[in-house]
Nanobody, 134 residues
């Protein structure tokens, strides 16, 4: 399984950026996915998640209304569109995938909590750096 995050870069405060995650070696359409981020000197934190069928999404409070997670199961791609970026959004952004069997059997109410935990995911990408600075 390979997850390849891309699209990071330097953006000014208030700007927008869209990062992508390409999956291979995985039954992508059956896997719930998530985005996490890690700033220098800080622990990895949950950003957003999307259920295997794309029907439900979940966001950390600090990105609600600014970030949008989406997926294209036909192309094995997941996206994170980030608007109104702030300097505190500067971090390496990682995409993660859960096992398909676990993804499908986890009911919605459980998924909403489980998908915020790094330990729920089995596969991780290498990360893409997003820097928000003037």
């Amino acid at each position: 399984v390979q997850l390849q995050a891309s699209g990071g870069g330097l953006v000014q405060p208030g700007g927008s950026l869209k990062v992508s995650c390409a999956a291979s070696g995985l039954t992508f359409r059956r896997s719930s996915m998530g985005w996490f981020r890690q700033a220098p000197g800080k622990e990895r934190e949950f950003v957003a998640s999307i259920r295997w069928n794309g029907a439900s999404t979940n966001y950390a409070d600090f990105v609600k209304g600014r970030f949008t997670i989406s997926r294209d199961n036909a192309k094995n791609l997941m996206y994170l569109e980030m608007n109104s970026l702030k300097p505190e959004d500067t971090a390496t952004y990682y995409c993660a995938a859960a096992r398909p069997d676990l993804s499908e059997r986890t009911i919605l109410s459980t998924w909403r909590l489980s998908s915020t935990q790094p330990t729920w995911y089995h596969y991780w990408g290498q990360g893409t750096l997003v820097t928000v600075s003037s």
